[in-house]
């Protein structure tokens, strides 16, 4: 049994429970309703350890059942109040930037680190410390937030369950107990379509227990970064290393976390917006052959790409199956196979566009972004190269 219990005040009593329920109680308890899951939930279960569906392994105990929780008779709490979690990586940084830019009072939820998050305090933020993976640490960032936005994902070398399904699990609960007024979650697109991918599973089922926790909340599916090509393929292209890549049709239209920031408050901001689920895209869909090309063309040199059958993927992800001390790995594998299939990680925006009222012409492109990057950084090797053959030496 997994058990953290939590005293906020004399009047709340808090206990999150992740454990086995008893055979008279098979539905969630207090606030809670039943957690809806797809068909396959109890298969997800298992593989994450419950050995029983995802909608009987969840309780809240709480006293404070269906109220937002009074802290007491201080000032209240200010709508521009936010608590960013994950805040330190690639999509909330920007989150944070963004915010601090319009005028928010930003809090950061960081996990204790031997390098301190310096640069979000030097930015303006507040920065607090806690770990999802240890509810108990959770309630005391949460006093006088106001608005939730939830960018964190588990590390590579941690199970996927401990922070992207318990640690979520844990942060709702806490949330819903303690009044905050709103909760913005980051999922992935096409996360309901894949639940033999465990992150994928884990996103959409977290999607359900968000919008059943009865918490005012929006949830918004990504595809993906343009961020992360820049160590994928530019900068292997630059300095003259190998490019991996698959032999997969698969297409995603990639967006610039800074888009993503600035939709993100526009929709916090619009009440119409308030339970919906919305999906983030970029204006087109790319292949890796095609990223890699356009690459190539503005750094004005070859890649040298090395390609990977996605049918070595599969066994690979096989193969890792077979031992419990891979079993992660396995469940990684499982997620880029799905990124290397015939898959088309894109929807249509203008709906979207509509309904937050932005203009596309202001949606950065890949193209542009890119030959943004290429520009300023052949520019920089330029000048360093141009120093470095200065041969007088001064004294």
């Not at 086995?20 to 899951?37: F, I, R, Y």
């Not at 709508?79 to 930037?97: D, E, F, H, M, Y």
């Not at 905050?180 to 894949?194: L, P």
């Not at 300023?376 to 120093?387: E, G, P, V």
Request: net charge positive; glycine share 6%; hydrophobic share 40%.
């Amino acid at each position: 049994m997994k058990m953290a219990l939590l005293n906020l005040n004399p009047n709340l009593n808090l206990s999150l429970k992740l454990s086995p329920p008893s055979q008279s109680q098979h539905q969630l308890l207090s606030w809670s309703s039943n957690v809806a899951v797809a068909p396959h939930a109890t298969k997800l279960a298992t593989r994450l350890g419950f050995g029983f569906p995802l909608s009987t392994c969840l309780r809240v105990t709480c006293n404070a059942v269906a109220q937002p929780v009074n802290l007491g008779t201080g000032t209240p709490v200010r709508p521009t109040s936010i608590l960013v979690v994950g805040a330190t990586g690639t999509l909330g940084r920007q989150i944070v930037r963004r915010a601090l830019d319009e005028g928010y009072d930003v809090r950061c939820l960081v996990r204790p680190r031997p390098a301190p998050a310096d640069f979000l305090r030097d930015w303006g933020a507040t920065v607090v410390n806690a770990d999802l993976s240890k509810p108990e640490t959770i309630p005391a960032t949460l006093v006088g937030v106001h608005t939730i936005i939830d960018c964190a994902t588990g590390r590579p070398e941690e199970p996927i369950k401990t922070v992207d399904w318990e640690g979520k699990v844990a942060l709702i609960q806490c949330a819903k107990a303690m009044g905050i007024q709103k909760y913005i979650f980051y999922s992935i697109h096409n996360c309901d379509k894949h639940p033999e991918v465990p992150l994928m599973e884990i996103k959409y089922c977290t999607e359900k227990f968000l919008r059943d926790s009865g918490i005012n909340h929006i949830t918004i599916r990504l595809c993906g970064f343009m961020q992360g090509l820049i160590g994928q393929y530019a900068v292997p292209i630059l300095e003259e290393k190998s490019v991996w890549g698959t032999d997969a049709p698969t297409r995603i239209a990639y967006m610039d976390t800074q888009d993503i920031a600035r939709l993100t408050f526009i929709a916090l901001r619009n009440e119409k917006m308030n339970g919906k689920l919305l999906t983030f895209a970029g204006p087109r869909a790319w292949t890796t052959q095609e990223v890699i090309t356009l690459c190539e063309r503005l750094a004005g040199q070859d890649a040298n790409v090395t390609t990977v059958p996605v049918s070595i993927l599969r066994l690979t992800r096989q193969l890792t199956r077979f031992f419990e001390w891979t079993n992660d790995v396995a469940d990684r594998l499982a997620f880029s196979e799905v990124l290397t299939s015939d898959t088309v990680f894109s929807v249509p925006m203008a709906e979207t566009y509509d309904l937050l009222g932005v203009d596309s012409k202001d949606i950065v492109s890949l193209e542009k972004y890119l030959q943004d990057y290429f520009t300023n950084i052949l520019k920089k090797l330029k000048d360093l190269k141009a120093q470095s053959k200065q041969t007088d030496i001064y004294f």
